[in-house]
């Protein structure tokens, strides 16, 4: 079995490929998803040299924050990518690298007083259901655009991009990888219309994170292939 230092070189490495096959003179940042993992796996994982790390749970990040404090670990960076949750959002906030999960006007009201209330300005991505999945959040296409003009003008937050998850794995309803990533990054092109300073497209995972690269992803949150090994 692979060790989490060659599977974190593996991927680095197939990025490069890819970008390099996709004409694409930039490397996509490597967000490595910490969710469920011990202790060990995660500083493994630091060691190894992936320094953007996120977490889906708000009591589980201020555990690892507490386990890797920024005093000891000044060039680590968090991003959020699970669900607001209003009440573990008040109890657990502390400014971080980026929220990519923000799904609505509701959420950005409260992150921008908690924001304004730390004295750090926040980043946040604003989701985008681009599956139109009943059970998913993000906010669906046909409202995307009247959501990035409401909440850029929240203060204390900064509207970095957009985060869109890939198909339902197994669902034969489900769009395509390539459509859903191809219709992320036709909205995320529109949107820097909107806001030229948005340069973040938070696309692809483990499973499909090559086809977001295709699509021209900025970023991919990549969990299950740096700790057991790369799917093929």
């Not at 555990?63 to 960076?77: D, H, M, Q, T, Y």
Request: net charge negative; with cysteine; glycine share 10%.
């Amino acid at each position: 079995m692979s060790t989490i230092a060659e599977n974190v070189e593996a991927i680095r490495a197939d990025i490069r490929e890819v970008s390099q096959a996709s004409g694409r003179s930039d490397l996509p940042r490597l967000v490595g998803v910490t969710k469920t993992r011990s202790l060990e796996d995660v500083r493994a994982l630091i060691l190894a040299g992936v320094d953007h790390l996120a977490e889906n749970r708000w009591e589980s990040w201020h555990e690892r924050l507490l386990a890797f404090p920024g005093n000891l670990w000044p060039s680590i960076f968090w991003h959020f990518i699970g669900p607001i949750q209003g009440r573990a959002l008040k109890r657990f906030y502390r400014p971080l690298f980026c929220i990519e999960s923000l799904d609505n006007l509701s959420h950005g009201t409260a992150l921008s007083r908690l924001a304004l209330e730390s004295g750090a300005p926040q980043s946040v991505l604003l989701e985008v259901n681009v599956c139109r999945a009943p059970g998913r959040t993000g906010v669906l296409p046909e409202n995307l655009f009247p959501e990035i003009e409401a909440l850029a003008a929240l203060p204390g937050l900064r509207l970095e991009g957009l985060m869109v998850m890939g198909p339902i794995p197994g669902d034969a309803k489900s769009p395509s990888s390539s459509e859903v990533f191809g219709e992320g990054n036709a909205l995320f092109q529109e949107a820097r219309r909107l806001i030229p300073s948005m340069g973040t497209l938070s696309m692809g995972m483990s499973e499909d994170y090559r086809e977001a690269i295709r699509w021209g992803s900025t970023e991919v949150r990549i969990g299950r292939s740096l700790f057991e090994g790369m799917l093929r």
